[in-house]
């Protein structure tokens, strides 16, 4: 059912800006794309919510009953027996990747679900990073999960939108290689969808893999795929609008802002008046705008922690040098902090390279043992699809734009934050256009079959491996089966909790290790000195 609530959202998206914005093309004619933009409406719609209410039970099973009625009114074309057919595999294939799955270890339990707790249970809190440093770098994907907390499926409901996204984009994937098969096409797109589709099945198979890191490489890998392709790299509303979202998942993807805006100069748009006012005061800048206003009011910082956009003058901003160190030190940690042996400060480690022999011991190793068999897989295709073959594969402007794009997007990833789950689409999609442009033969008639081939090899792999763990996990108990247990990391007890703060709504209390899912707000770090205030109907956290 969530995956027809957000068909029909992503319906409405369509309609909505076909007649706010005179936009004529959405994107590509396909489902699972239309579910894709069905999760941008959705999230763009809790992000406004949430200024002025919880996105609680009643309230999203209101617009979840609402969006679903209004599919119903229209129910000859949006419930033909294709769409029908095509949402049920999709919702079957939903169910198959969670149930008798783990959630992300240990960064759901850590902040994404505490913060979903705090989504559902109040409106937005001036300060709540206070209490939590990590709840002022959460994703949006965090916001899409709350408001599928509703009657239908209780609170589980919350597991279903990371499925559902990510199931959508490789479906999205995988009927594109078929369609450009059926068109007998040979072009730059299909090539990186195919080689893509390697990496999605040979590292991004299990539902416990999920948490905001993969679906934002999964949303990265389908913008290049469009800028790829001579049907929608022209179209920047749906450029801006994917990377818009991209952005709202994970921001250590800022750079990928600079993607709509290259191809905005690129192609003198700036000349096209009615192109640039859909641009400007649109779904995705409205959302934009909002989140940036978001980050504002519980951190005091447009992005945080990125120091130079934190203002002091806001009551319930950290102490900036505070700020200033939890940047330098998750830059430490992922520049390989643990590994290090040297007697040096946070600060010193991260300079001058200080860092790059521990950050070789394990990370650089764990990069190597993931590329090495993936690009030595993509030579076997490449013989295999192009052998018989001698034409080369027309590489265009865009495809030598992307190319240095995701050189300078890899080379800043290394630079300064150089841990695979942060950066992993920069570097495969940067690994995958230079196999491109070095492959001598990669257009031939055979890519045809062979590539329906692969396609129903990466389908086996995946329905085997999540038989696999359901087998596996079949007769093991653990909290919340079979659904992923949300409630803690042990599989047979409760996250204990102490109650540090308590005003009429408002209860604030503290775990010794993760708090998971749990409704009142909870913190496992010990905050400072918190003083709370109540103005205009809305709590305020300062740190005192």
Excluded at 26 to 45: A, E, K, R, T, Y
Aim: charged share 15%.
């Amino acid at each position: 059912m969530t995956a027809y609530f957000y068909y029909i959202s992503g319906q409405l998206y369509n309609y909505l800006n076909s007649k706010i914005y005179r936009v004529a093309d959405h994107g590509p004619d396909d489902l699972f794309f239309v579910i894709i933009n069905g999760s941008i409406f959705i999230s763009f719609l809790t992000i406004f919510l949430h200024f002025f209410t919880s996105l609680n039970v009643t309230l999203n099973s209101i617009i979840f009953i609402l969006i679903i009625t209004l599919g119903l009114i229209n129910y000859k074309k949006n419930f033909n027996k294709k769409i029908i057919i095509k949402l049920s595999c999709l919702s079957l294939a939903s169910l198959l990747f969670i149930i008798f799955s783990n959630i992300n270890r240990p960064d759901a339990a850590l902040y994404h679900l505490p913060y979903i707790s705090y989504l559902n249970e109040h409106k937005i809190i001036p300060g709540i990073s206070n209490i939590h440093f990590r709840f002022g770098h959460t994703s949006i994907l965090q916001y899409l999960s709350a408001i599928n907390f509703n009657f239908l499926f209780g609170i589980n409901g919350i597991s279903l939108p990371t499925s559902i996204l990510a199931l959508a984009i490789i479906f999205y994937f995988l009927n594109r290689i078929l369609k450009i098969c059926k068109e007998k096409q040979s072009n730059l797109e299909f090539f990186y969808i195919l080689f893509i589709l390697v990496f999605i099945f040979f590292k991004m198979i299990r539902y416990s893999e999920y948490g905001n890191d993969n679906i934002t490489h999964l949303l990265y890998f389908l913008l290049i795929s469009l800028c790829l392709s001579p049907h929608y790299n022209k179209n920047i509303f749906l450029i801006t609008s994917l990377a818009t979202y991209i952005f709202l998942n994970k921001n250590t993807h800022v750079l990928v802002l600079t993607i709509p805006l290259f191809f905005f100069l690129k192609n003198k748009f700036f000349n096209q008046k009615k192109i640039f006012f859909q641009n400007i005061i649109s779904f995705h800048s409205l959302m934009l705008s909002f989140w940036i206003i978001k980050n504002i009011f519980i951190s005091g910082c447009l992005i945080y922690p990125i120091n130079i956009t934190c203002f002091e003058k806001y009551d319930w901003t950290e102490n900036i040098e505070k700020i200033k160190n939890i940047q330098i030190s998750s830059e430490a940690w992922s520049k390989g902090l643990p590994e290090n042996t040297k007697e040096i400060s946070e600060e010193q480690f991260i300079k001058k390279f200080n860092w790059l022999k521990a950050w070789s011991k394990k990370h650089l190793k764990y990069i190597l043992n993931i590329i090495i068999p993936y690009i030595l897989t993509l030579f076997l295709i490449i013989y295999l699809v192009g052998r018989k073959n001698k034409k080369k594969i027309s590489l265009s402007a865009e495809f030598y734009s992307l190319l240095l794009i995701n050189a300078i997007f890899t080379l800043i990833f290394f630079l300064e934050f150089p841990l695979f789950r942060y950066g992993s689409s920069y570097l495969i999609s940067l690994i995958v256009l230079l196999i491109i442009f070095f492959a001598k033969k990669l257009t031939s008639d055979e890519k045809i079959s062979l590539s329906k081939k692969f396609i129903f090899i990466f389908i086996i792999i995946f329905t085997i491996k999540q038989f696999e763990r359901i087998k596996n996990r079949f007769n093991e108990t653990y909290i919340n089966k079979p659904w992923p247990n949300i409630f803690s990391l042990s599989d047979v007890s409760m996250v204990e909790k102490i109650k540090i703060f308590e005003e009429k709504k408002l209860k604030i209390f503290i775990a010794e290790d993760v708090c998971a899912y749990t409704m009142p707000i909870c913190t496992n770090y010990k905050p400072e000195k918190l003083v709370i205030e109540k103005k205009f109907d809305y709590y305020i956290i300062k740190a005192k």
